[in-house]
């Protein structure tokens, strides 16, 4: 054969394969049977079952967000968020205070980065004092971890109130200001002024002083929200989630009276939040324990962030496909997620992203070098966990796709198979979104040759 004929051959191929794909038929496809084509093209549907399991260990501290409100809905039931976080005093940057120096007013800055339901978009936010000794460095918190307690006013008394504001959050790019307590906020200053011990340093303003700040939701909340954790930018200005203490004194000049200001800043100190849930009378009340695969009697398939609810997905039967066509070619595969059930805004948005994560019989996520294992992208090696596959919602089909070319040819050589799947979320750790699915619109698609 020479090079022209391989070429048209091969180019008779890649249009056969391309047209066939396109069209999505089984058997021979458009091809007479005097055709020369050395091939024939299938396509033939997997079926994919499903459970629902609770992930019990998802992280909440250091994020970039801190979760706080309250949500409600049928099919995950009701949630309260509480947001916990260390106050760096940043000492060394405060300039010396002077005899004549006037606290102005204090105030606690806060940007947003996360509204469950931008139509229930009210915050009622106090900022409560944590006990001393309650919020530790060393210590990995999740969501589920208990509250640290908070400090009262005096033994029996009321817990101590930094500050409370309600907000009617209506983006994510403002800054909201919320005042401060200005009898704590006076205390906390006529320390400093004084060089107290107690203040002299990070060590001994958090062991004798300052425990932490507490973000809870009062009453008149709608919803749940995200505060932002991180430094963000305002204008050309770098400003971080921060309290802010705004002063005046002479110049050290001894001229005139100069506006100062020192912010203490909790970006950069130990923060997490905690999540109480009550699926009492909700579709997903029988998910209890985790490691457990449900199946809930809505018939109905759940992920919901935050609370850790995810759908596993079993693909065994393409190894019956495997074991029963060893000799045939997969040209692509590909998995659907969707059309998703119809929800009401209460539930959230459907989360943007989808990660296909591997799991086993014990049915939990598979650690793997500060990483976990998961499905790898077309053309990465499939051993990896690096380049996990991610599925990017598509509002206009309300669903997910992704190819698993690479992932199911490995699979069908017999170099790495995996039948048990998880369907994970990429900001499982900073929302509380939701979704519901028909297990039956759960699909993977193969599209395969053989030779005549």
């Known amino acids: 054969m020479n090079l022209l004929d391989k070429k048209l051959r091969f180019g008779a191929f890649v249009l056969a394969l391309t047209l066939f794909i396109s069209c999505e038929e089984t058997g021979d496809f458009g091809l007479d049977d005097d055709d020369i084509s050395p091939v024939d093209f299938f396509s033939e549907t997997i079926d994919v079952t499903s459970a629902v399991l609770l992930i019990d260990s998802i992280p909440s501290d250091d994020t970039q967000t801190l979760l706080v409100g309250n949500i409600s809905n049928n099919d995950f039931g009701t949630t309260e968020a509480r947001a916990f976080a260390k106050l760096n005093l940043n ?56 509250q640290p307690t908070l400090k009262r006013v005096e033994f029996g008394g009321p817990l101590v109130e930094i500050g409370r504001q309600t907000f009617a959050v209506e983006d994510l790019d403002s800054t909201y200001v919320l005042d401060i307590n200005s009898e704590w906020a006076t205390t906390l200053f006529e320390l400093l002024k004084a060089n107290d011990p107690i203040v002299v340093n990070q060590g001994s303003f958090e062991s004798t002083f300052f425990g932490g700040l507490a973000f809870i939701s009062g009453p008149s909340s709608t919803g749940a929200f995200g505060i932002e954790a991180t430094t963000f930018a305002e204008g050309e200005t770098a400003v971080a989630a921060n309290l802010v203490f705004y002063f005046s004194q002479t110049a050290s000049n001894g001229t005139s009276s100069v506006g100062f200001q020192h912010a203490l800043t909790f970006g950069n100190a130990k923060h997490f939040y905690t999540l109480t849930t009550d699926r009492t009378g909700a579709d997903t009340e029988i998910v209890e324990d985790s490691e457990i695969a449900y199946e809930p009697p809505s018939g109905l398939r759940y992920i919901q962030e935050g609370n850790a609810i995810v ?61 976990f294992r998961g499905v790898q992208r077309d053309a990465t090696n499939q051993l990896g966990s690096s380049a996990t596959i991610t599925m990017i919602y598509d509002s206009e089909t309300n669903s997910y796709k992704s190819s698993l070319t690479s992932f199911l040819q490995a699979y069908h050589a017999g170099s790495f198979q995996r039948n048990e799947l998880i369907l994970f979320t990429t900001n499982m750790d900073s929302s509380l979104d939701g979704m519901v699915l028909d297990p039956d619109n759960i699909k993977i698609k193969i599209f395969y040759s053989q030779l005549k």
């Open 91 to 146: 000492r060394s940057s405060l300039v010396p205070l002077f005899e004549d120096v006037v606290l102005d007013s204090v105030q606690m800055n806060i940007r947003f980065n996360y509204i469950h339901n931008p139509e229930q978009n009210v915050i009622d936010l106090t900022l409560r004092e944590v006990a001393t000794g309650q919020i530790l460095d060393i210590e990995n918190y999740l969501t589920t971890s208990d």
């Open 311 to 371: 759908t596993k997905l079993d693909i065994s039967a393409f190894g019956d496909f495997s074991e029963a066509n060893p000799d045939v070619t997969i040209n692509f595969g590909e998995m659907t997620i969707g059309p998703l059930e119809e929800r009401p805004a209460e539930n959230g948005s459907p989360p943007n992203e989808l990660v296909l994560y591997l799991t086993d019989s014990k049915n939990t996520l598979i650690p793997d070098r500060g990483a």
